[in-house]
């Protein structure tokens, strides 16, 4: 026996089990039921909703003798005699008869009388595809119908088909599926074949149809074969989008601006084999999900993913603002667009990505409506917390006022004044020089001190690494002095140049772009606030390159160590106001 697809095996027989399309089924069962059919009809509608099948009900209907509700009644001797195929009613995909000579043979036996019923039907399927010439043969026979003769002419694009054919046409156009149809129409389905499955599954696959019931049940065909039980996780299998978790990390890494987790991600989903395309698709899936919890009182209900899928987009969107997530869709979706016009589809991603992270480097209005939320909802916090508390113990030793009042007209006048929670945390003997969390003008009794800024670097590697600019600049104030002479600034310079020679691995460089620098003594401290990128730098490969990087460049003792993020994240935020509103003086209660 030759397999029939589910698409073919559950096509169905009467307009009672069409999957919606109400409105073209009762004005064409009216027609039927008060024996008023027209000569000509055009079926305009996307693939997969229900045209051919439509027309086929249709064909059986008008020359059925005992029609129920306008549907074939199955029964009668035409409708038997239909049932094992017949010459009245004549299929044409003009996809591939698209020429003037089988118009015309159309036209010549079209004379001809039906052999049983009462009409001659011709599906005409594709009619978009037919050539000028053929367009007008096929218009000789649409002005003079013989009388027993219906044409019905299919199309998913009604653009493109002639006005003086579709001047003699009853146009009427299908819809898309609403997913719930869908989905109950795949449960009868399985029901009907008696296949097990999850609702999430059905649901998955229900919305990967995109509207098409025939798209969704070749999908569910390749589910069904899969595995014994159709489950959520072999849909997603057959998707190809098993790594929903992966994603999530990604759209979450994104969203909070932590750039190197999410470049490392993409390498990651990348190297495992899915297509660029395929996985911006997902992430613009995973954006919508997560569009859908931040605004939907019943998301849960509405995007029908399984309890921990669900927890995972709602966490996702109660961490960011509505704005980002609205400004990310739509990069995405330009990104999409333009995917198919460039050479390098995984540069268009990353750099999707770095412009989701990083809206201070995009000045569309969206992205300064992102950039004002971030300052607000920081300047909220600074003013709501006392200063950062000690995460390291001698920094709980230090002769830090819980609240330390600074007068206004310190920050308007003085441009180096640094706000106390600025100070690094550094090691103790640092602190053993003096006080350590006054005005800086105070407490730098070494006026040798190095910064552990990277001016230069910013400057050297401007061009290529735009990632370099985007990042506010953290200028934290002088650790202990590296050797006489020597400046940290200029080897970390080196060392980047040298590292964009050797590294092929793009990520490294990212990564220690965003490193803080200076010396102890002979030794080369990197630090960074993020676990993500220390953990990346610990790894054996990068490890090795950095080590023989910085060979080459004559250092031979370097460490990478770990700064607290809260230091951080205030010296940005009073960073970025400053920045940001040069003009009035920031007061901070
Ligand atoms: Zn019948």
Redesign the pocket.
């Known amino acids: 026996m030759s397999h029939l697809s589910l698409y073919r095996k559950f096509r169905p027989e009467t307009f009672g089990q069409i999957v919606r399309q109400e409105h073209v089924v009762r004005i064409l069962t009216n027609q039927i039921e008060k024996n008023a059919v027209g000569h000509a009809y055009l079926f305009t509608g996307p693939r997969g909703t229900g045209k051919t099948s439509i027309a086929r009900i249709f064909a ?2 008008v ?6 509700n306008g549907s ?9 005699a239909f049932a094992s195929g017949s010459l009245d009613i004549a299929e044409i995909d003009a996809a591939s008869n698209n020429g003037v000579a089988e118009m015309r043979d159309l036209r010549e036996k079209v004379q001809y009388p039906p052999v049983s019923g009462r009409y001659k039907v011709y599906i005409v399927d594709e009619v978009h595809m037919l050539t000028d010439s053929a367009f007008n043969a096929l218009l000789k026979t649409l002005e003079e119908p013989p009388a027993h003769a219906i044409f019905i002419l299919a199309t998913t694009e009604p653009q493109k088909i002639p006005a003086t054919i579709l001047s003699r046409c009853m146009r009427l156009d299908f819809k898309l599926l609403p997913e719930e149809d869908l989905e109950k129409h795949l449960r009868s389905i399985l029901d009907a074949i008696g296949k097990e499955y999850e609702d999430e599954a059905v649901a998955a696959i229900a919305r990967a149809g995109a509207g098409s019931d025939r798209d969704m049940l070749s999908i569910a065909e390749a589910c069904i074969v899969y595995s014994e039980k159709l489950t959520y996780e072999t849909a997603c299998a057959v998707l190809g989008a098993a790594d929903f978790h992966e994603t999530a990390k990604l759209v979450r890494a994104m969203l909070t601006s932590d750039m190197p987790t999410a470049l490392s991600l993409c390498e990651g989903i990348l190297a495992e084999g899915k297509s660029v395309g395929v996985l911006l698709k997902d992430i613009l899936n995973l954006l919508s999900e997560v569009t859908v919890a931040k605004t939907c009182k019943n998301a849960e209900r509405l995007l029908a993913l399984p309890h921990e899928l669900y927890a995972t987009v709602k966490e996702i969107a109660d961490a960011a603002p509505e704005e980002s997530i609205l400004r990310a869709t739509e990069i995405f979706i330009k990104t999409e667009n333009e995917l198919r016009f460039v050479s390098s589809p995984r540069i268009s991603l990353e750099a999707a990505l770095m412009r989701v992270a990083y809206p201070s480097a995009d000045l569309s209005a969206d992205a300064l409506l992102v950039r004002i939320h971030a300052l607000e909802g920081k300047l909220a916090a600074l003013s709501a917390c006392p200063p950062a508390p000690a995460t390291e113990p001698v920094r709980s030793e230090s002769p830090v006022p819980a609240k330390d009042p600074v007068p206004a007209k310190d920050l308007g006048e003085q441009d180096n004044y640094e706000f106390p929670m600025e100070e690094p945390v550094f090691e103790e003997a640092y602190f053993s020089d003096g006080p350590a969390f006054a005005p800086k003008k105070q407490s730098s009794p070494q006026p040798q001190r190095e910064q552990i800024s990277r001016p230069s670097v910013a400057a050297e590697t401007k061009k290529e690494t735009p990632m370099s600019e985007v990042r506010p600049s953290v200028r934290p104030s002088a650790p202990p002095a590296g050797p006489v002479g020597t400046d940290a600034d200029a080897v970390y310079a080196k060392f980047m140049r040298a590292l964009r020679t050797t590294a092929r691995n793009g990520v490294l460089f990212t990564v220690c772009s965003d490193l803080l620098v200076h010396f102890e003594g002979e030794k080369l401290v990197f630090e960074t606030t993020s676990d993500t990128i220390l953990g990346i730098l610990a790894r054996d490969a990068n490890r090795r390159t950095m080590t023989d990087v910085l060979a080459g460049i004559g250092i031979s003792d370097f460490e990478v160590r770990r700064r607290t993020a809260e230091e951080k994240s205030a010296r940005d935020a009073l960073t970025e106001l400053k920045q940001n509103f040069k003009d009035y003086p920031i007061e901070i209660k």
């Open positions: 059986r209907a020359n059925c003798e005992h029609p129920v074939p009644c199955g029964a009668c001797p035409t409708c038997r």
